[in-house]
C-alpha cells in the first residue's frame, strides 16, 4: 500500500481491523528512512559547523577585538590564519 495519508486514513474506514492488514511497500518505507537519515546528517552537520565556528571565535576572541594597530606580529599571524581558514 502507498504510505499516502488518504489511503491510510480510506483504509481505516473501509476496512474492519484494518490497522492488522495494512501493509506497506518496502520501496516507500526504504524512502521515507532515507530521508529521514539524511535529515539527521544535515542537522549533524551542521551542528558541528556551527560548534567549530564558535569555538574558533571564542578561541580566538581577543585577536578579534583588537586594535590591528596593537597586534603582536604573533597576534596578526594567528588572526590571519583565523580568516584564510574559513
Not at 578561541?59 to 583565523?82: A, H, I, S
Amino acid at each position: 500500500m502507498d504510505m499516502w495519508p488518504a489511503f491510510i486514513n480510506a483504509t481505516l474506514k473501509s476496512l474492519p481491523r484494518a490497522e492488522e492488514k495494512i501493509a506497506f511497500d518496502k520501496l516507500h518505507v526504504a524512502k521515507y528512512l532515507g530521508e529521514a537519515v539524511d535529515k539527521v546528517h544535515a542537522a549533524k552537520s551542521t551542528k558541528r559547523c556551527w560548534l567549530k565556528a564558535m569555538r574558533t571565535l571564542k578561541v580566538g576572541q581577543y585577536d578579534w577585538l583588537c586594535n590591528p594597530e596593537n597586534m603582536t606580529r604573533r597576534q596578526k599571524l594567528r588572526l590571519r590564519r583565523y580568516v584564510t581558514a574559513r
